[in-house]
């Protein structure tokens, strides 16, 4: 239930008017963003959806609330999550089924970490269907492994904006906080060197086979994702004003 606007401050409900002025002229999107992890995808995804007004949905960010809040779901979630290994499909195809009836999905979404699986990718398919809509495009965040370990293990996040830092490639102005809202940053548990080998794993085996599947559908474009963030964005601004 939206909140009593009485309440909301002048400022928040301004900022939400021109929000949405500028949103109505934006088209439709339904986007899929697949790569490794540490491609880059959770980095470019609030600047996506910022620019072209779509929900991000990442399945891994749900399923770590979930977990935090021990919810069934996450009590059912943990010890995969915890190995590198992925959850079972039943569970993150609930999870986004519901998430794409929310409000702020309505000009479409990106999706990010989802689908992980070809079982994934097919009930997603059904879903948008039955909803009389499609995926637009599929952005392939490409790079090699030996990248990939550095890029993870020094990485910091902003839980509540999805807002990615590096120790390294992009420090907070001050250690450990987020240069916006001054809130506490973390880091994920699986963020190691040793999860993230079955991670790369269950990328390689089971991920991978969801870009051959979307190729056949001619909505797949490959993004280098090695360079650097500004030069990424550019590729996926480009691909999506295409
Ligand atoms: P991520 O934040 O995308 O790296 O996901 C973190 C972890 O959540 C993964 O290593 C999996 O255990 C689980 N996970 C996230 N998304 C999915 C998905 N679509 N299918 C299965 N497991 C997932």
Redesign the pocket.
């Known amino acids: 239930m939206a909140a009593n606007l009485e309440d909301v401050s002048s400022i928040d409900l301004m900022t939400e008017l021109l929000r949405r002025m500028k949103c109505s002229s934006k088209r439709d999107e339904r986007l899929i963003l697949v790569g490794p992890?540490g491609s880059g995808k959770g980095t470019q995804s609030p600047l996506i959806k910022d620019e072209y007004c779509l929900c991000h949905l990442?399945?891994?960010?749900m399923?770590?609330a979930a977990v935090a809040a021990k919810t069934p779901l996450g009590v059912k979630?943990k010890e995969?999550?915890e190995k590198?290994?992925?959850?079972s499909?039943d569970l993150?195809v609930g999870i986004i089924d519901e998430a794409l009836n929310k409000p702020s999905c309505q000009k479409g979404f990106i999706l990010?970490?989802?689908?992980?699986?070809v079982v994934?990718a097919q009930k997603l398919d059904e879903m948008l269907e039955k909803r009389g809509t499609k995926i637009d495009k599929v952005l392939n965040f490409a790079i090699d492994d030996a990248i990939l370990e550095e890029r993870i293990t020094g990485r910091w996040i902003h839980p509540s904006s999805g807002r990615t830092y590096h120790t390294k490639f992009a420090p907070p102005k001050a250690p450990g906080v987020d240069d916006v809202t001054g809130e506490p940053l973390i880091q994920r548990k699986?963020d190691t060197a040793a999860v993230l080998k079955s991670?790369l794993e269950?990328f390689h085996r089971q991920t991978e086979p969801v870009i051959d599947y979307y190729a056949k559908k001619n909505v797949v474009t490959n993004i280098q994702a090695e360079k650097q963030p500004m030069e990424v964005s550019e590729q996926v601004h480009k691909t999506l004003s295409s």
């Open positions: 992890p990442a399945t891994g960010d399923l770590r979630a995969a999550m590198g290994e992925l959850v499909d993150v990010d970490g989802f689908p992980r699986t994934q699986d991670r269950a």
